[in-house]
């Protein structure tokens, strides 16, 4: 596609984006969107994206936007489920109470498809990513690849050269992530796309799963359980993380350094059986 042509898709997106929250919540959730990630890149393919990811630049619009789908899934689909907030040190965390993935009737009157703790996708390609918020560069920084990181916004498409044509040649090039547990599963789905990544690229993910292994090993079982948790969601809607949520209430009191890591075993056994769509 043309850039013109992926602005004026976005922006139809963005029109959805409006249409989809009522005027009696009083935002205008399109103003505070960021629309980035693997859609901006498939489009400069010439390629139709199977979803649009949508972003909030600030943690208000974000709550207001949960909030609103929390009670009308309640009202309309006898569905009930609550905004849970973790303050931490430097910000406040946003994800719904669900254990697992809740999936929907095609039909249902909001157009939702999934909800799991981090997004809530809908029938019409609309993804609403619930677990970062920010600007750009904040979103970005929980990326893992750097073809995903053009965006668009009201202000416009937003493309740099470099990125532009890593996407156009789908070329991976690592951005040395907060995550790399989840950049490692996620190069063999690139790959089966038709994207490259050469030895030094493979290395740098390599080399930050070395510094995680050795954070790791300081840790208590349980807290290296939880970090590697936190590793599978850092990719929103990885099959991974899906896995995780499902298997988070299980009780670990007894954990110890080799059945921790038989469950992460695990995690990545049956995070297979989940399409991931990012």
Not at 34 to 47: C, N, R
Request: glycine residues 6%; positive net charge; proline residues 3%.
């Amino acid at each position: 596609m043309q850039k013109f042509q992926i602005q004026q898709k976005c922006a139809q997106v963005f029109v959805k984006l409006n249409q989809m929250i009522p005027k009696l919540v009083h935002i205008n959730p399109a103003k505070y969107a960021i629309l980035t990630g693997g859609a901006v890149a498939s489009m400069l393919q010439g390629e139709t994206p199977k979803d649009y990811d949508i972003f909030f630049n600030n943690p208000t619009t974000l709550k207001i936007v949960m909030t609103y789908y929390a009670k009308v899934v309640k009202e309309l689909l006898g569905v009930d489920i609550k905004v849970l907030a973790k303050q931490t040190k430097n910000t406040t965390e946003f994800k719904f109470d669900v254990q697992e993935m809740l999936s929907f009737k095609s039909d249902n009157k909001l157009g939702i498809r999934t909800i799991t703790q981090n997004a809530i996708s809908f029938t019409n390609g609309i993804q609403i990513i619930t677990r970062f918020y920010g600007g750009p560069e904040g979103i970005h920084s929980t990326f893992d690849f750097e073809h995903l990181t053009n965006y668009y916004t009201v202000g416009g498409l937003h493309l740099s050269p470099t990125t532009m044509l890593l996407a156009q040649d789908k070329v991976l090039v690592y951005r040395s992530s907060l995550y790399p547990l989840s950049a490692m599963l996620r190069v063999k789905k690139f790959l089966a796309r038709g994207y490259t990544i050469n030895r030094q690229q493979l290395s740098l993910i390599g080399l930050d799963l070395m510094m995680l292994g050795i954070k790791l090993g300081k840790m208590s079982p349980q807290d290296m359980l939880t970090e590697v948790m936190n590793q599978f969601k850092g990719v929103y809607v990885s099959g991974a993380a899906l896995a995780v949520e499902s298997a988070e209430t299980q009780q670990y009191q007894k954990m110890t350094h080799e059945n921790a890591l038989a469950y992460v075993k695990n995690v990545l056994k049956i995070s297979t059986k989940y399409e991931t769509t990012d």
